[in-house]
Nanobody, 124 residues
Framework: VQLVESGGGLVQAGGSLRLSCAASGFNFNDYVIGWFRQAPGKGREGVACISNSDGRVHYADSVKGRFTISSDIAKNTVFLQMNSLKPEDTAVYYC??????????????????WGQGTQVTVSS
């Protein structure tokens, strides 16, 4: 299983970024792909996830209305469009995968692979 993130960078508050997660090594259609983030000195926070089998999506309250997660099944790639970025969105963003199960969003323990992370920095 391999998850490779890209698209992070430095942006001013109010700006936008789009993160990509290219997945390989598993049956993409049967998985939930999500994004977590971790800011310096803080714990991991689930941001959003999408079920590739039925298209269900879930967002953390902190990003609802600003972030959009989508999936390109043909390219085995998940995107996170981040708009109206705030300084508190600054973090390392990780792409994660979990096999489809009864729980949605998946339990933290169900995520079985993590990408290397991509830095997002939002300046005020």
């Amino acid at each position: 299983v391999q998850l490779v993130e890209s698209g992070g960078g430095l942006v001013q508050a109010g700006g936008s970024l789009r993160l990509s997660c290219a997945a390989s090594g598993f049956n993409f259609n049967d998985y939930v792909i999500g994004w977590f983030r971790q800011a310096p000195g803080k714990g991991r926070e689930g941001v959003a996830c999408i079920s590739n089998s039925d298209g269900r999506v879930h967002y953390a309250d902190s990003v609802k209305g600003r972030f959009t997660i989508s999936s390109d099944i043909a390219k085995n790639t998940v995107f996170l469009q981040m708009n109206s970025l705030k300084p508190e969105d600054t973090a390392v963003y990780y792409c994660v995968s979990a096999p489809r199960s009864w729980a949605f969003p998946p339990l933290l323990s169900e995520y079985d692979a993590w990408g290397q992370g991509t830095q997002v920095t939002v300046s005020s």
